[in-house]
């Protein structure tokens, strides 16, 4: 088992910053990869960025250029910067871990609420 808890949502105005960690403990040699996800109300969870094992990352279209995946293997923490934010990006932010044999392991979300 994989165990995720985010931090760092929060509340900020369009065109700012924030920056979530997700720390990762437990059987963390079983990850193939790591992702941030997020569902706005009434929509459907979906990717926003994940990064493969080897490095790879992924975006969405509707963050390419604004948002960064990145991880830490010392401190075992995954981040999402995210820039330059939108109202549309407000949604409930989770981190995500697939792992061998096709697990999946979700953090409990953290908020983001751009304001116009």
């Known amino acids: 088992q994989v165990q995720l808890v985010e931090s760092g949502g929060g509340l900020v105005q369009a065109g700012g910053s924030l920056r979530l960690s997700c720390v990762v403990s437990g059987s963390i040699f079983s990850i193939n990869a790591m992702g941030w996800y997020r569902q706005a109300p009434g929509k459907q969870r979906e990717l926003v960025a994940d990064i493969k094992s080897g490095g790879t990352t992924k975006y969405a279209d509707s963050v390419k250029g604004r948002f960064a995946i990145s991880r830490d293997t010392a401190k075992d923490t995954v981040y999402l910067q995210m820039n330059s934010l939108k109202p549309e990006d407000t949604a409930v932010y989770y981190c995500?871990?697939?792992?061998?044999?096709?697990?999946?392991?979700w953090g409990q979300g953290t908020q983001v609420t751009v304001s116009s």
């Open positions: 995500n871990a697939k792992r061998i044999g096709g697990y999946d392991n």
